[in-house]
Nanobody, 123 residues
């Protein structure tokens, strides 16, 4: 059973930085495209960023471009999200997700999800 465990969430001031990490157990993340999603209070879960299985392609939601960076280390089975210049509207629960690498990079058919880590940005 593939398990995804997020870490690194916490409280940060607006304009600051935070780095989230997701560790995958069982198997190799090289089998998967890996992504981050978030759910803001009172809102639907939304896509943040995705990294292709080989790490050569990335795709970001428009509001995160230039501020967030997704990276992965297939040898360590981890995927990170570097969050810079954070804003209060970045507050929410951040989830790590995985889908089979044969799927299109932009599709939303993720099959494995973590439990999430809370990020709170104070103004």
């Amino acid at each position: 059973q593939v398990q995804l465990v997020e870490s690194g969430g916490g409280l940060v001031q607006a304009g600051g930085s935070l780095r989230l990490s997701c560790t995958v157990s069982e198997g190799s993340i090289a089998s998967y495209h890996m992504a981050w999603f978030r759910r803001a209070p009172g809102k639907e879960r939304e896509f943040v960023a995705v990294s292709s299985w080989h790490g050569g392609n990335e795709y970001y939601a428009d509001s995160m471009k230039g501020r967030f960076t997704i990276s992965r280390d297939n040898a360590k089975n981890t995927v990170d999200l570097q969050m810079d210049s954070v804003k209060p509207e970045d507050t929410g629960v951040y989830y790590c997700a995985a889908k089979m690498r044969v799927r299109p990079l932009v599709s939303l058919d993720y099959i494995y999800w973590g439990q999430g880590t809370q990020v709170t940005v104070s103004s």
